[in-house]
């Protein structure tokens, strides 16, 4: 039972690189969410897919793209990563964005070092 | 603002003791709060979710407990072990979109044998 997997799990880049983080989940979610968490602040909301064919911006979304490629797989693109964008990133999938008490599931983390 | 405010920020304790981690918030209109535990290197996983009505929920050896009145929660971790080792998350969610998680920094706990 794989739950929510993201890929790769380290990526270093130089600035001004892109790269695109993968997720998929297998748990037939409808909702799913980026989040990144960095060293002394609560997790923060880049970008949510409510439902497939969906996609909202979050807290924190400047720099970031994404794409609900299916009902699976929701992808996050750094177009010209910068030192800042330098962090964890956590994709996240829950049955219905909408639901009350929507259990969270999370994937292992994507860990993001832009030099 | 919406805020969720957790205490302490670090804690060491020896196994088999209990220990109780604080979590106070300032969301409104709040819809229901959120326990996690996130290993290091690892996501975090949900303990317990707790709506506006309950005020104690159980999951094994973790209780965490809500008074919606003072906004206050609290986990409580019974005979602790070395895998109990973990950041623990207080997370609030807003009674409006279900997205509006929001999370606090953490308590870092770590188990010494």
């Known amino acids: 039972n794989a739950g929510v997997t993201q890929t790769p799990k380290f990526q270093v880049l130089k600035t001004g690189q892109s790269m695109t983080l993968q997720c998929a989940q297998d748990m037939n979610h409808n909702s799913m969410y980026w989040y990144r968490q960095d060293p002394g602040m609560g997790l923060r909301l880049i970008y949510y897919s409510a439902s497939e064919g969906t996609t909202d911006k979050g807290e924190v979304p400047n720099g970031y793209n994404v794409s609900r490629l299916n009902k699976r797989e929701f992808s996050l693109r750094l177009e010209s990563a910068a030192p800042s964008q330098t962090s964890v990133y956590f994709c996240a999938s829950s049955a219905h964005a909408g639901q009350v008490t929507g259990e969270l599931f999370f994937g292992e983390g994507s860990r993001l070092t832009v030099l | 603002k919406n805020q969720v405010e957790q205490s302490p920020q670090s804690l060491i304790i020896l196994e088999g003791k209990n220990c109780t981690l604080q979590?106070?918030?300032?969301?409104?209109?709040?819809?229901?709060l959120r326990w996690y535990k996130q290993d290091t290197g690892r996501g975090p996983v949900s303990l317990t979710i707790m709506t506006f009505s309950e005020n104690t929920k159980s999951n094994g050896r973790y209780t965490a407990t809500l008074d919606a009145d003072t906004k206050q929660s609290s986990l409580h971790i019974t005979a602790s072990q070395l895998s109990d080792s973990a950041s623990y998350i207080c997370?609030?969610?807003?009674?409006?979109?279900?997205?509006?998680?929001?999370f606090g920094k953490g308590t870092t706990l770590s188990v010494s044998s």
């Open positions: 997370v609030v969610s807003a009674r409006q979109a279900g997205t509006a998680l929001i």
């Open positions: 979590c106070n918030y300032t969301v409104s209109p709040f819809s229901n």
